[in-house]
């Protein structure tokens, strides 16, 4: 009864997680924007990028006419559109711009360990732990909720520990980390957990698909 109920409240989680992603979406590399200024078809998206839109790079950076680049990360629609009517307001007077996104950019991880279905995903909507666990099936019956590891592809700094029950008893989303693009999500077997033999192959594995993809 107990595993019912903890399984029932992952599956609430990731579906609110999703909704206050689709009211706060964070935005990513790959998102294709219609973005518009009033007044000034020149600086809108059909007249002045290519394919009628502008495309968020895989930097997180997006060029835009007049102030030259925007780093989008972790920036959400309105903090963007914002920042674009601070920085025009230097060469234009009180500038209107709305923002729409025609098309959502994918961030593709690894989930592996104790979830259903372990393996390679590509995130949309949300890019976070419970999506990403979501994605995968959800966890087993022997997964350590409390001892899941997040690495970043970067490898900066110690895994990051997660602790599911956290998030889903007791609603602490500061644990439901964004993800970006080649991380890593572990989930341990009772606590155990052994990086060379699980964690690195795989590491391995995505940086020879990233330098691949960069060298196309």
Same mark, same amino acid.
């Given at each position: 009864?107990?595993?019912?109920?903890?399984?029932?409240?992952?599956?609430?989680?990731?579906?609110?997680?999703?909704?206050?992603?689709?009211?706060?979406? =964070?935005?990513?590399?790959?998102?294709?924007? %219609? =973005?518009?200024?009033?007044?000034?078809? %020149?600086?809108?998206? @059909?007249? &002045?990028?290519?394919?009628?839109?502008?495309?968020?790079?895989?930097?997180?950076?997006?060029?835009?006419?007049?102030?030259?680049?925007?780093? =989008?990360?972790?920036?959400?629609?309105?903090? /963007?559109?914002? &920042?674009?009517?601070?920085?025009?307001?230097?060469? #234009?007077?009180?500038?209107?711009?709305? @923002?729409?996104?025609?098309?959502?950019?994918?961030?593709?991880?690894?989930? #592996?360990?104790?979830?259903? *279905?372990?393996?390679?995903?590509?995130?949309?909507?949300?890019? *976070?732990?419970?999506? &990403?666990?979501?994605?995968?099936?959800?966890?087993?019956?022997?997964?350590?909720?409390?001892?899941?590891?997040?690495?970043?592809? %970067?490898?900066?700094?110690?895994?990051?520990?997660?602790?599911?029950? %956290?998030?889903?008893?007791?609603?602490?989303?500061?644990? *439901?980390?964004?993800?970006?693009?080649?991380?890593?999500?572990?989930?341990?077997? *009772?606590?155990?957990?052994? /990086?060379?033999?699980?964690?690195?192959? /795989?590491?391995?594995? &995505?940086?020879?698909?990233?330098?691949?993809?960069?060298?196309?």
């Amino acid at each position: 009864m107990k595993k019912k109920v903890i399984a029932l409240l992952f599956a609430c989680a990731v579906a609110m997680s999703s909704m206050a992603q689709a009211g706060e979406y =964070i935005m990513c590399p790959g998102d294709a924007l %219609d =973005i518009t200024v009033l007044g000034h078809e %020149d600086l809108s998206t @059909v007249t &002045a990028a290519p394919e009628g839109k502008y495309i968020v790079r895989p930097d997180g950076k997006l060029s835009f006419p007049l102030i030259g680049e925007v780093d =989008i990360t972790g920036m959400t629609i309105a903090q /963007f559109t914002q &920042a674009l009517e601070q920085r025009l307001s230097a060469y #234009l007077v009180n500038p209107q711009i709305t @923002v729409n996104i025609a098309k959502l950019g994918t961030t593709r991880v690894y989930v #592996l360990g104790e979830v259903k *279905n372990p393996g390679l995903y590509e995130l949309d909507k949300a890019h *976070n732990v419970l999506d &990403a666990i979501g994605k995968a099936q959800g966890f087993t019956k022997d997964a350590a909720k409390k001892k899941v590891f997040l690495i970043h592809k %970067d490898h900066n700094g110690e895994p990051i520990k997660v602790n599911l029950n %956290d998030i889903l008893k007791k609603g602490d989303v500061s644990q *439901n980390y964004a993800l970006t693009e080649g991380d890593l999500l572990y989930l341990t077997s *009772n606590g155990r957990i052994d /990086f060379a033999k699980d964690i690195m192959p /795989f590491i391995s594995g &995505a940086y020879m698909v990233s330098e691949i993809n960069n060298n196309d």
